[in-house]
């Protein structure tokens, strides 16, 4: 069983930078595929991120390739998600979860844990 606390959302306006955090329990951390996922109003739940358990790989999502950096800290356990030049299209919850089986994903259905979610609200 891991279990994911996301933190780090907020209220920022258009163009500046927010980093979330996501922390997890368990023994096997840096053997996790870690993703970030975001949910915005009215709609589905959608890929942002995921990075490789030596954080040696990093996949994103074509609508936040070069404004967004996922990272890893397997020492600490913590997984981030650095977003600049934020705009209001990435309002939305953002999850961070585990696909434990180790295959990176970019669908809901690849993942086996989920944190709580963090809330990023971007004015304009």
């Known amino acids: 069983q891991v279990q994911l606390v996301e933190s780090g959302g907020g209220l920022v306006q258009a163009g500046d930078s927010l980093r979330l955090s996501c922390a997890a329990s368990?023994?096997?951390?840096?053997?996790?595929?870690m993703g970030w996922f975001r949910q915005g109003p009215g709609k589905e739940r959608e890929f942002v991120a995921a990075?490789?358990?030596?954080?040696?790989?990093?996949y994103y999502a074509d609508s936040v390739k070069g404004r967004f950096t996922i990272s890893r800290d397997n020492a600490k356990k913590t997984v981030y998600l650095q977003m600049n030049s934020l705009n209001a299209v990435d309002t939305a919850v953002y999850y961070c979860a585990v696909a434990a089986s180790g295959a990176v994903s970019r669908y809901v259905e690849g993942y086996d844990y989920w944190g709580q979610g963090t809330q990023v609200t971007v004015s304009s």
């Open positions: 990075i490789s358990g030596s954080g040696g790989s990093t």
């Open positions: 368990g023994r096997t951390f840096s053997w996790y595929i």
